[in-house]
């Protein structure tokens, strides 16, 4: 896959329409369809006209179309609408939280561990019962290389006419919603217009402050979000005398808060992302879920083949957009998709649409050595693999052993056949285990503030240290990323870093840390084309390198996605080896230069001199901090000094709450409780230094194996 080859070739994706964010405020709570959808349906309609008129359909198509016609109109007819079956467990549901918990399998640093086989045998009783071999070599026999592959290079005109004779079939549908909506932008103009008559005066949104704390009328409180957007809009011209902007944006919060469901802290967070107006059809539409998409298993077959199949068991579908060759947006599913043939012969997988988006930026090639740091349950791994055509490596990693178990599922039934699976600490373990990757993927864990559609529990369960801890994370693993990677790879050298996050902590932050520490690397295009936006170059006062415009963000109010952040970068010389310095002695440990040996070093002697240039081919000076190890006493300052403006915030004295001085023990009759200091602490050690967890484990797995070695010699 070149780069921005088929950006170029098809072009992006529409722009959002400006109507759609107007379109969402007229939705009301508790609506099925949402407006987005309309408008997404509409953008395809006329996707889908295009590709109709002027094709002609072969004749055995015109047989599947005359089929998924006639399914379409009994449907229409009995205004009954099937959802989509899912799989119980959609594959690319990305891990957030949790995961912090149960890195139980984090082993010692050996590659092929005894868990590792412990979950391939597992495996045989947790899959599906596939007997995959077979099904591997079946699936190979009916389609031969070069015809599954070409599916993933080029989009041929018989595929599109085929897609288009079950659009065909979709757009009496189609219609039907276009009237829906016309009739609703109707109503919308003239509501509208009511409202303009009444600008100049605008309304009285604190009048119903008084009614706070009772049961909100929901509509009421909609109404009131809406006309205070339309005020900070035109404060001028429209707010009361005496009232601030601020005080407008506090209301709007608590509205927010109350109608929508989020904390205090998290709705003003992801507020402050965009104007007032943006940030309300973002809210919107984590509302609403994101539609169904399978991605095609090229290992297994073409989106061409795998179509024609799922529309003959009565599916509705259609391409996921221009911007991917192997994705499929399901809209009517009579079968459950997660348990179709197809499914379990693995010529698929579900998997949100922007999950595609980190692996296109990554763009492994054939015969590479690739690494995916954080790879459970591997809708990311097997679409490497598929890329690769199963050529190479890839080194599907993830630390917690449950969910390693799923990635392997996943790996037999979409057989992959040069993946291996490893259940590792990526922040420890590598490059110490392996380094020299030709590209590495990292799609860290996140708060997941991109998918709040799909996990609702992330309005109120993200607080101020998962916004300290998890970022903390996220740069030991980026550091770990870059380390790994060979900076002489003759076709890589390539690291991409993404989340399911759309806060700036998660992202651009993390990204400006890392270029910090490791001026070895550069930010390069993600090759995505204009789908997207870019990332902030400055946010809240903040002014983070000018190429971070090269880096993509996603929203689900405006490409209808789940909300994603990619950032692709090149690493353009050696990580030098820090000489140990009793600071620094055991991160070293910890942390080894990218080699293409994966040998440790251990003398001077080893360090990689070579010169580190830029972009001009200059020699860079490196002095003065960059290529330090993760510092955890810098994060541990960045962390208390957040805890300190926090209690500020909250009107509490930092010197007095932070140096009380603690009970000794036993000194109360009841457990006191924790203090706010001892709670951060202790969140931060479970949150952020997993690390030590997984140190201790280790240790403890030494300690066993030692005791058992003696037992053994007795
Ligand atoms: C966002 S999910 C990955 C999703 C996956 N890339 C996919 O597309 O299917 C993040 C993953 O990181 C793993 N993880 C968390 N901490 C880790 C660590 N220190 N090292 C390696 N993996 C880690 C979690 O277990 C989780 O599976």
Redesign the pocket.
């Known amino acids: 896959m070149g780069k921005g080859r088929r950006m170029k070739k098809q072009g992006p994706p529409a722009p959002l329409d400006e109507s759609k964010i107007s379109m969402l405020k007229k939705r009301k709570a508790g609506e099925a369809d949402s407006a987005l959808k309309v408008v997404a349906k509409k953008r395809r309609r006329s996707d889908a006209e295009e590709k109709i008129v002027p094709k002609k359909v072969a004749p055995k198509k015109n047989k599947v179309n005359g089929a998924v016609a006639s399914k379409t109109d009994k449907q229409e007819a009995t205004g009954k609408k099937k959802p989509v079956p899912m799989d119980s467990d959609e594959?690319?549901?990305?891990?957030?939280d949790d995961?912090?918990d149960?890195?139980d399998g984090?082993s010692e640093g050996s590659m092929a561990s005894d868990d590792q086989v412990e979950g391939l045998s597992d495996l045989e009783d947790d899959d599906d019962g596939l007997e995959d071999d077979s099904v591997v070599d079946s699936d190979e026999d009916d389609h031969p290389r070069e015809t599954m592959f070409s599916d993933d290079e080029d989009l041929s005109d018989a595929e599109e006419k085929l897609t288009a004779a079950n659009i065909e079939g979709l757009s009496r549908k189609l219609d039907a919603a276009r009237r829906a909506e016309e009739e609703e932008a109707e109503q919308e103009l003239q509501e509208a217009a009511l409202q303009t008559n009444i600008a100049g005066d605008g309304p009285d949104v604190f009048a119903d402050q008084a009614q706070q704390g009772l049961t909100p009328d929901l509509q009421l409180l909609r109404q009131r979000i809406t006309d205070t957007i339309r005020i900070l809009g035109d404060l001028k011209a429209l707010g009361q005398p005496g009232k601030s902007r601020a005080e407008y944006v506090d209301l709007l919060l608590g509205d927010i808060c109350t109608y929508y469901g989020y904390s205090r802290f998290l709705a003003e967070k992801l507020f402050n992302l965009f104007t007032p107006m943006e940030a309300f059809a973002f809210f919107e539409a984590n509302e609403t879920p994101r539609p169904v998409v399978i991605r095609t298993n090229t290992l297994r077959t073409n989106r061409r083949s795998l179509a024609q199949a799922l529309i003959n068991r009565g599916v509705v579908l259609e391409p996921v957009g221009k911007w991917s060759k192997v994705g499929l947006q399901v809209f009517e599913s009579p079968v459950p998709l997660g348990a179709t043939p197809e499914y379990l012969a693995g010529q698929y997988i579900l998997?949100a649409a922007s999950?595609f988006l980190?692996?296109m930026a990554l763009a492994p090639q054939p015969n590479e050595r690739c690494l995916?740091?954080?790879?459970?349950?591997?809708?990311?791994?097997?679409?490497m693999a598929a890329l690769m055509r199963n050529t190479g490596t890839v080194i599907a990693?993830?630390?917690?052993k449950p969910?390693?178990k799923g990635?392997i599922g996943?790996i037999h039934r979409l057989g992959c056949k040069n993946t291996i699976v490893t259940n590792?600490?990526?922040?420890?373990?590598f490059p110490k285990a392996m380094g020299g990757f030709d590209r590495v993927?990292l799609?860290?864990?996140?708060t997941?503030t991109g998918v709040i559609s799909k996990d609702p529990g992330v309005k109120t369960s993200k607080d101020e240290r998962d916004f300290l801890a998890i970022p903390h994370?996220q740069r030991?693993?980026l550091l770990a990323a870059i380390d790994s990677v060979d900076h002489s790879s003759k076709t890589g050298g390539y690291v991409v870093y993404?989340?399911?996050s759309v806060t700036v902590e998660e992202n651009e932050s993390v990204v400006q840390y890392v270029l910090r520490k490791r001026p070895n690397v550069k930010i390069v295009d993600t090759g995505l084309g204009d789908f997207g936006s870019p990332g902030f170059i400055s946010y809240m006062g903040k002014k983070f390198d000018a190429k971070m415009a090269l880096t993509r963000r996603y929203f689900p109010h405006r490409e209808n996605v789940d909300g994603f952040y990619v950032c692709k970068l090149k690493k353009t010389g050696p990580t030098p080896v820090v000489k140990p310095t009793d600071d620094t002695a055991s991160a070293r440990d910890r942390r080894r230069p990218a080699r293409a040996s994966s040998q440790a070093a251990s003398s001077d002697d080893e360090i990689d001199k070579t010169p580190i240039v830029d972009e001009d081919g200059a020699a860079m000076d490196f002095e003065g901090g960059a290529f330090g190890p993760f510092e955890e006493t810098e994060d541990a300052d960045r962390i208390a000094r957040a805890e300190r403006n926090r209690l500020r915030r909250k009107g509490l004295n930092p010197k007095a709450v932070l140096n009380k001085p603690k009970k000794a023990k036993g000194e109360a009759s009841k457990p006191a409780k924790p203090s706010q200091e001892q709670q951060t602490e202790a969140e931060a050690t479970k949150k952020a230094s997993?690390?030590g967890k997984?140190e201790k484990k280790t240790v403890a797995k030494g300690d066993k194996k030692e005791k058992k070695a003696k037992k053994t010699a007795k």
Request: glycine share 8%; proline share 5%.
């Open positions: 594959e690319d549901l990305d891990m957030k995961e912090f149960d890195l984090v998997q999950s980190p692996v995916d740091m954080a790879a459970a349950p591997g809708g990311k791994t097997t679409y990693n993830d630390a917690s969910r390693a990635l996943n590792l600490d990526a922040r420890t373990a993927l799609d860290a864990p996140c997941g994370m030991q693993l993404s989340t399911c997993n690390q997984g």
